[in-house]
């Protein structure tokens, strides 16, 4: 089967961009879709590998998912008849997790694996554990199978405050609490987007769920039940990824339809490059060259700071600046497995030392104190990039590392596409669109 891109690069990328649906929505909206009576319309759903994955797993547990439009996916749950994720599935996608709550809901107890996904860094899961444990799940861990066995003793209830925020367990332990009879209260939570757009896809079926003070309560709530079809929100990772490109080729690209609430910080942090950045209609955005790029460096930080996500598609476009940049990251601690594959394209990038102070408060991960971490990149702009052959590691490396290639010079050969298309819709089709010379081989 193809898994590689044949790119031949060079040319200023021009025309429109039309977003795909948010993948951290549309994955956490179909999982939640098993909880509810009945049939589930979520539109706007991004045919990317994940969501296909998904969609194979929870029908091997006995639900019914189709698509009935390119973006309308129909789940009805209804049908669910095992406990158990398969083990080659679950392992596939993180998101599998997250299949605690329904099968929870259903049976009162289920078998879950360790989650796959990208390696970007450790993650832990005794956060989400320690949640779960403390709304009153019993949960028990196999070291020989690699599965943990989830339980409910008596109805969720209770507080749990998370050490440091978690974007999969605040959505988890949400959900969990659907289940409640009285009320949990979950503290110290992640305030992105993603969550709200959860939250409100919830609430529209008969959820009783409020934010306050960083915190998030459940309530009792009525059985889940959809009034009408649900539209996800847009994937402001893919915009970040087609608006660096832009500038970086040179070119000019029309991106949307997507909320400015979304990426206020990115686009202030893209107007102090020089680029050309315009709001050209409600919801659309225009990303433009417009002469030399200034080096910018950059924190990640959750929202409403610079995203994880976006660093590796920063790390693009400083290559074309003047000077030098340097991109700190903050949330995960494996998030450079493009740097060495860069440099075989020509790139200069190196790792530095950053001297940080309470580093176990300063980075989101668990920081140990005699562990050796890279977390800081220095890039020298003005970067001459020639062909090469590079292999991806993880999504968003695989987006920078495949928008690299279409910047250099010559014809590279980028391995492991699927990787990336787990996160974007129709990459070659897009790209092809805004006349970059691409093709699956």
Not at 53 to 77: P, R, Y
Not at 293 to 305: F, L, Q, R, W
């Amino acid at each position: 089967m193809p898994d590689s891109y044949l790119i031949k690069g060079g040319k200023p990328l021009k025309g429109e961009v039309v977003l795909s649906g948010a993948k951290n929505v549309a994955l956490k909206t179909i999982i939640a879709a098993l909880m509810f009576k009945g049939n589930v319309v979520l539109k706007n759903i991004p045919r990317i590998n994940d969501v296909l994955d998904l969609i194979e797993l929870i029908k091997s547990l006995g639900a019914k998912a189709e698509f009935k439009e390119k973006n309308t996916l129909v789940i009805n749950g209804d049908g669910l008849k095992s406990n158990r994720v398969d083990l080659i599935n679950g392992s596939k996608i993180r998101v599998s997790f997250m299949l605690f709550a329904p099968l929870l809901n259903r049976f009162g107890e289920c078998f879950v694996p360790n989650p796959g996904g990208c390696r970007i860094g450790a993650r832990p899961i005794d956060r989400i554990i320690n949640g779960l444990v403390a709304l009153g799940i019993k949960v028990d861990y196999d070291t020989e199978t690699g599965y943990y066995h989830a339980k409910i003793i008596n109805k969720p209830k209770g507080k749990y405050r998370f050490e440091k925020p978690s974007h999969t367990g605040t959505e988890l332990l949400m959900m969990i609490g659907l289940m409640t009879d009285d009320k949990v209260e979950i503290d110290n939570i992640a305030n992105e987007p993603e969550i709200d757009d959860l939250i409100l896809y919830l609430s529209s079926a008969g959820a009783k769920i409020s934010e306050e003070n960083n915190k998030v309560i459940i309530s009792k709530s009525i059985e889940l039940k959809q009034k009408e079809a649900f539209t996800i929100m847009s994937d402001r990772n893919e915009l970040v990824t087609y608006a660096t490109l832009a500038v970086a080729s040179g070119g000019d690209i029309a991106i949307g339809p997507i909320d400015e609430s979304l990426i206020t910080s990115f686009l202030e942090i893209m107007k102090e490059t020089g680029a050309g950045v315009e709001n050209i209609s409600n919801y659309k955005y225009r990303f433009f060259y417009q002469g030399e790029i200034k080096s910018v460096d950059i924190e990640t930080s959750p929202h409403p700071g610079f995203m994880t996500d976006w660093q590796p598609s920063w790390a693009i476009l400083m290559l074309m600046a003047n000077g030098s940049s340097v991109i700190h990251e903050r949330v995960f601690e494996n998030r450079f497995s493009y740097v060495e594959e860069l440099k075989k394209l020509g790139a200069k990038i190196d790792f530095v030392d950053v001297a940080v102070e309470n580093p176990g408060i300063f980075y989101h991960f668990n920081h140990e104190k005699d562990k050796n971490y890279q977390q800081t990149i220095k890039i020298q702009g003005k970067s001459e990039l020639h062909n090469a052959i590079l292999n991806i590691a993880d999504l968003r490396a695989g987006a920078a590392l495949a928008c690299a290639a279409l910047l250099a010079t010559g014809e590279s050969v980028v391995n492991g596409a699927s990787i990336l298309e787990r996160g974007y819709e129709d990459f070659v089709g897009k790209v092809k669109k805004l006349g970059g010379e691409i093709k699956k081989v």
